[in-house]
């Protein structure tokens, strides 16, 4: 069974530019996550879908950062502009539904800002 | 508000010396406590859940275990392999969704 993929897998960019990373769950996972995580911190959750709708984005700085999963299936996630602090592995995570279940992360996308 | 601690921070080993790596946690009510082991560069794999306090579960050299207030991941006669970040979460009842609260993770090298 194919994981979460995600791409691409390193970005740099400089501040005040945009950036958008892809996300692809499990098949049939109803559930995806978007996770920032800050180099030697564990991470930190940003927005979390049901299908393709938002159930908890209270984290998320929505003066900069966006997200959509138009569909269901596959979600973007926006920082426009980027500031040097949102240098961060941002890590997807699907899974199958919204109680107990395990969420499986993918490989993360590796942002520098400079 | 829901926090996770884990201890220590890095832990070296000899291979083949067990040893215990902590995670406390404060939650308004535990719906789950998830580990993870996170290679460099990768993204957390998933090793165990656990849901109540007495459970433990096991999954070749690690044994995770759960009281009300912390959980134990023991690690026996490790091997270099075993070298990775330990990452502890919980999931607490009543949040609007199933977020995943981490802990900073302890990383964890088995020297040969």
């Known amino acids: 069974e194919a994981g979460v993929a995600q791409s691409p897998r390193y970005k740099i960019i400089e501040k005040r530019q945009s950036v958008a990373f892809w996300c692809n769950p499990i098949?049939?996972?109803?559930?995806l996550y978007w996770y920032q995580q800050i180099l030697g911190q564990g991470p930190k959750l940003l927005i979390q879908?049901?299908?393709?709708?938002?159930?908890?984005d209270s984290q998320l700085p929505k003066d900069r950062f966006s997200a959509e999963r138009l569909k269901g299936v596959d979600s973007t996630l926006k920082i426009q502009p980027a500031k040097l602090e949102d240098s961060a592995v941002y890590l997807c995570?699907?899974?199958?539904?919204?109680?107990?279940?395990?969420?499986?992360f993918g490989p993360g996308t590796r942002l520098l800002v400079l | 508000e829901d926090q996770v601690t884990q201890s220590p921070e890095a832990l070296r080993l000899q291979e083949g010396e067990s040893s215990s790596l902590n995670c406390s946690y404060t939650?308004?009510?535990?719906?789950?406590l998830f580990w993870y082991r996170q290679d460099p560069g990768k993204g957390p794999e998933f090793l165990f859940t656990?849901?109540?306090a007495g459970e433990e579960k096991e999954k070749e050299r690690l044994k995770a275990t759960l009281t009300k207030k912390e959980s134990f991941l023991h690690i026996t006669a490790p091997k270099p392999e075993d070298s990775a970040t330990y990452l502890c979460?919980?999931?607490?009842?009543?949040?609007?969704?199933?977020?995943?609260?981490f802990g900073g993770g302890t990383r964890l090298m088995v020297k040969p």
């Open positions: 995570a699907s899974s199958l539904g919204a109680g107990r279940e395990t969420q499986y």
């Open positions: 098949s049939g996972h109803a559930t």
């Open positions: 879908f049901q299908n393709n709708g938002v159930v908890d």
């Open positions: 939650v308004s009510g535990l719906r789950g």
């Open positions: 656990l849901y109540s």
């Open positions: 979460a919980v999931q607490a009842v009543g949040n609007a969704g199933n977020m995943l609260t």
